[in-house]
């Protein structure tokens, strides 16, 4: 059975669907051919029943007596039927005495074969019940028997009167009923199985379609190709087109992500590794030509190239975590306390902007998120407070209510500019000059949104800029934080 399944399985959808449209028709002609030829037997039973009520209620009841009547069937007992036959054409009838002895009437086609259970219906005489059933004659010929039980007056004895007709005709339509459902069930099946693979293939047609269409997505890699699909359609087929069609927009437009983030990338990583190699050679050259550097120029040479080093540092752990799969961020979210990393992020601001007034007011607030990028993410917000703010400037932070703001006295962002503040890679012109790589506000919208929330810069009354993170609460974690 295993085996089949498996075999059945690895054929195709086509011909499965036709074996099963096959296998459910046959079924169902299977149980209207059974139960229409129980039908018909249990008609043709019940009509042969009445002919032998019908006869024996003639024997028992005829009046003048008749040669066939009980008591000249029994005064002139005789066990073997008589060379002229008169009365019920084609019928079996016999007296049956309660010592066994049977008396066939004169117009008895035949002695009728006695069973255990007429042997019953006779001992039982007192009862009245007569017994129909399915017997043979002694020549072993089927026919069908009605026994009744009756008595015998003056002795008031009993004895069982049997009257049966031949079942060769029942039997005979039986069979040819059976023969001709049998073939027309195979006709059906036939037919549905047919009619199945016809549709198989009709409604496969589309999936086919899709089939060519994905093949040649692999062979060629080519995400411009679409499915036609007409707008009022809503079947399922329809709904996998679209769902693939949405699937290569998708892909085709994380490949332009990828490519446009690899040439920004290759873009943002000439510039240090440019300016590092320069340094190197320069180093390298006074080496090699024995004249050394003056110390203050070897001294400025060096702090340039850790500088050219950290930028690139920087540049590598950013796109890091701009490549990280939603997969490994979800692995790490839980409750954190929001003002607990915000304070975090202030301590790592106040040592690189040592000279600036960094004033905080946090109200407790607790969000579901990824703590190291949500820290990180706050940094890079802080960071860039500091890189524009004056010497000796102020940068004002505020949490309530899951609303964190830090606002800056900076020179501020021009309108023109603020659209693009989050875009991967974008810097100000005016910024260009200053350390960074682009991607730390990009790397802040992410993070942001991955926990539920939104950031926006817009400019501060008075100068500088006003950076918003707002963040969903979450319920907060019981004191043993589990």
């Known amino acids: 059975m295993k085996r089949l399944l498996n075999r059945f399985r690895a054929l195709p959808i086509r011909s499965q669907l036709s074996l099963l449209v096959a296998a459910a028709v046959a079924f169902g002609v299977a149980a209207v051919s059974v139960t229409c030829w129980f039908i018909v037997q249990g008609k043709l039973y019940e009509q042969t029943d009445n002919d032998l009520k019908q006869a024996v209620a003639a024997m028992v009841l005829s009046r003048p007596p008749h040669p066939n009547d009980i008591r000249n069937t029994l005064s002139n007992c005789v066990g073997t039927p008589q060379s002229t036959v008169s009365g019920f054409r084609n019928t079996y009838s016999q007296l049956v005495t309660a010592d066994g002895t049977v008396c066939l009437f004169e117009s008895s086609k035949g002695q009728i074969k006695v069973t255990t259970a007429d042997e019953d219906v006779i001992k039982n005489a007192s009862s009245g019940r007569g017994l129909f059933h399915n017997g043979t004659d002694v020549d072993g010929k089927r026919v069908r028997v009605l026994t009744m039980p009756v008595t015998i007056t003056p002795t008031n004895t009993y004895a069982g009167l049997m009257a049966a007709v031949p079942l060769d005709g029942t039997e005979t339509t039986l069979k040819d009923l059976a023969l001709v459902l049998l073939l027309v069930s195979g006709i059906g099946v036939v037919g549905a199985g047919a009619a199945g693979l016809a549709v198989a293939r009709a409604g496969l047609r589309p999936v086919d379609k899709l089939t060519e269409v994905v093949e040649h997505v692999a062979r060629t890699e080519d995400l411009s190709i679409r499915i036609p699909v007409a707008k009022d359609s809503t079947d399922e087929i329809a709904r996998l087109s679209r769902s693939f069609n949405s699937m290569t927009s998708a892909l085709a437009s994380s490949r332009e992500l990828q490519q446009q983030l690899i040439a920004d990338a290759g873009h943002e990583l000439r510039t240090p590794l440019t300016s590092l190699r320069t340094n190197v050679e320069l180093l390298s050259r006074s080496e090699e030509t024995g004249r050394p550097l003056p110390p203050a120029d070897r001294k400025a040479l060096?702090?340039?190239?850790?500088?050219?080093?950290?930028?690139?540092?920087?540049?590598?752990?950013?796109?890091?975590?701009?490549?990280?799969?939603?997969?490994?961020?979800?692995?790490?979210?839980?409750?954190?306390?929001?003002?607990?990393?915000?304070?975090?992020?202030?301590?790592?601001?106040?040592?690189?902007?040592?000279?600036?007034?960094?004033?905080?007011?946090?109200?407790?607030?607790?969000?579901?998120?990824?703590?190291?990028?949500?820290?990180?993410?706050?940094?890079?917000?802080?960071?860039?407070?500091?890189?524009?703010?004056?010497?000796?400037?102020?940068?004002?932070?505020?949490?309530?209510?899951?609303?964190?703001?830090?606002r800056d006295h900076g020179p501020g962002i021009p309108a023109e500019e603020l659209p693009h503040v989050f875009d991967r890679f974008w810097r100000s012109p005016s910024a260009r000059a200053l350390p960074g790589s682009g991607l730390g506000l990009s790397i802040v919208a992410r993070t942001v949104q991955q926990a539920g929330g939104e950031v926006s810069l817009t400019p501060a009354q008075g100068g500088g800029t006003v950076a918003t993170l707002r963040l969903p609460g979450a319920p907060t974690p019981p004191p043993d934080g589990t």
């Open 302 to 406: 060096m702090a340039s190239v850790t500088a050219q080093m950290s930028e690139l540092a920087s540049l590598i752990g950013d796109l890091q975590e701009l490549s990280r799969s939603e997969g490994q961020r979800g692995e790490r979210v839980q409750v954190i306390a929001f003002h607990d990393t915000v304070d975090t992020a202030l301590r790592r601001a106040r040592l690189r902007g040592p000279e600036l007034t960094i004033t905080a007011d946090l109200a407790p607030w607790y969000v579901r998120a990824e703590p190291s990028a949500l820290e990180r993410a706050i940094v890079n917000v802080l960071d860039n407070a500091v890189k524009f703010s004056p010497d000796g400037g102020a940068i004002d932070v505020a949490l309530d209510r899951g609303v964190l703001t830090v």
